[in-house]
């Protein structure tokens, strides 16, 4: 018989608008996401796989459709209803700012937020109704859906977005460079991601050096972080921001634009050579005690600010290697980091330094040890020390001279952290000290008077260098003429 009109609306059990692209980008991205398919493997409910995909095509997607209730299968109207309530909430908002086309951080997005939505609706937050006259049974999944509050939902999308926050800052502040985080294949990255949300201690340490970072990154000021600059010759290469101005006078011509287009990818513009007056790069030893007393939030605290200080170091090209030690018959745990390193390596670093812990007693005589030899090997003219502890020990007054002997021979600061406890023996030994109580209430300034001191450049101590400075974004924009070397004849 044959059928007039408009075809009514195709029904769906998906409640967001999407097309083959979300359908791939979902079915890539998922195998590498054992979390998410763990969730969804042991999820009773019956559409618990729509109503992933649904909220991956939220975060995901750059514009957002709902369907209208016609368009959608009884059965779904519930995750309908969910999710319609969640893309009216500001959290909904920010959360898309982290997961916006970019799959790996949706996954883990996707994740955080469907293992709580699961673990509501499987607890059942709202009571069934008693019906009055008898009915069809309704939908589990469906009236589920609708038990989980406005409420709860804002809650569990503001976890997952500062989760996911502290972790993507994480992951960015430890790549090689700008955007290197992009490069990193996804598996891994989202893996890091996941290891570090999903351990509460990692977690805390995560958001605690997001925020000692920002704090580090507005204290440092440029007189510390470069020296002095100078223009000794003309070179070819393709560093825009060194180019002469007559090379950058193409670039404002229409006729000459080309031109100039072709040099850079030749790199044949003429630009300034710059040469850097500073001394060799210290190296920066970090030394954090692991024992059993350090563990809670004075391990957290050491290591977030162990971590912003090495992030600020491996960007002025300096070597560093983080000590975690514990007892005499502990082994010592050495992760040595250095400015070359890719942006997996860094990362798989960073990592193994926020997640290693011992317990046990403290020995401060093997660590020292282990940075002395690590000077003598590597021939360090100029190195800095960050010593962290909160626990007391005895050092041999042999080994006090010696570590004396050697501060004043290879030109070795240190500077040592007592959490709760008296000096006595580092005190010896240290440039500078500081105590902290138990409570840590002034670590954050002293993080700050880190950043401003400890990694300061120590022009007076120091020899004068002369070595090729790399363009970057520290690089000042040169757009004047020439400027003769005045000790030239």
């Known amino acids: 018989m044959a059928v007039f009109g408009r075809p009514g609306p195709a029904i769906s059990r998906s409640a967001i608008v999407h097309d083959p692209f979300d359908e791939g980008a979902f079915q890539e991205i998922l195998p590498k996401a054992p979390g998410l398919r763990l969730l969804l493997d042991e999820s009773e409910l019956p559409l618990a796989n729509e109503l992933a995909f649904d909220l991956f095509c939220s975060f995901y997607k750059y514009f957002i459709k709902l369907r209208s209730p016609a368009e959608i299968a009884p059965e779904a109207q519930g995750n309908r209803d969910l ?36 673990q509501d609706m499987a607890r059942g937050l709202q009571a069934p109704e008693v019906p009055t006259e008898p009915q ?10 609708r038990g989980v509050t406005t409420e709860r939902l804002r809650e569990v999308l503001k976890d997952a977005r500062e989760d996911l926050q502290s972790v993507t800052e994480l992951v960015a502040a430890w790549s090689a460079g700008a955007g290197q985080e992009t490069r990193l294949p996804s598996e891994l990255k989202l893996r890091l991601m996941r290891d570090i949300v999903r351990n509460p201690r990692l977690r805390a340490i995560a958001r605690l050096f997001g925020r000692y970072r920002r704090l580090g990154l507005r204290e440092r000021t440029l007189p510390a972080m470069r020296a002095s600059q100078e223009v000794v010759d003309f070179v070819q290469g393709g560093d825009v921001a060194r180019a002469l101005a007559g090379e950058l006078s193409s670039f404002a011509m229409e006729e000459r634009e080309d031109l100039f287009y072709s040099k850079v990818v030749t790199r044949s513009l003429l630009i300034y050579e710059l040469w850097r007056r500073e001394e060799e790069p210290r190296a920066v030893y970090l030394c954090i005690d692991n024992s059993g007393s350090m563990a809670g939030e004075k391990e957290v605290w050491a290591k977030a600010s ?21 007892d005499a018959a502990d082994p010592l745990r050495v992760v040595s980091m250095r400015p070359a390193d890719d942006a997996s390596t860094r990362l798989e670093k960073m990592l193994d330094v926020a997640s290693y812990f011992l317990g046990g007693g403290t020995d401060f005589v093997k660590p020292l040890s282990r940075v002395l030899e690590a000077i003598e090997a590597e021939h360090h003219t100029g190195s800095d020390l960050l010593f962290v502890s909160d626990g007391l020990c005895p050092i041999p007054n042999e080994f006090i001279r010696r570590f004396r002997e050697a501060k004043a021979r290879f030109d070795l600061r240190m500077t040592s952290v007592l959490i709760g406890e008296e000096p006595f023996a580092l005190s010896e030994i240290s440039d500078t000290v500081h105590r902290l109580d138990e409570a840590l209430e002034a670590g954050e300034a002293l993080t700050a008077h880190f950043v401003s001191a400890f990694l300061e450049r120590d ?31």
């Open 83 to 118: 999710l319609g309530r969640a893309l009216d909430l500001r959290e909904h908002a920010k959360l898309r700012g982290f997961t916006k086309l970019k799959p790996t951080e949706t996954a883990l997005a996707t994740e955080l937020v469907l293992d709580a939505l699961l």
């Open 136 to 145: 069809e049974p309704a939908d589990t999944s469906s009236e589920s859906a």
């Open 306 to 326: 162990a971590l912003a200080l090495a992030h600020l170091a491996l960007a002025e090209d300096r070597p560093v290697e983080v000590v975690l030690f514990g």
């Open 459 to 489: 022009q007076e101590r120091g020899h004068t260098t002369r070595v090729p400075l790399r363009p970057g974004r520290g690089t000042p924009l040169l757009f004047d003429h020439f400027v003769p070397d005045p000790d030239s004849p």
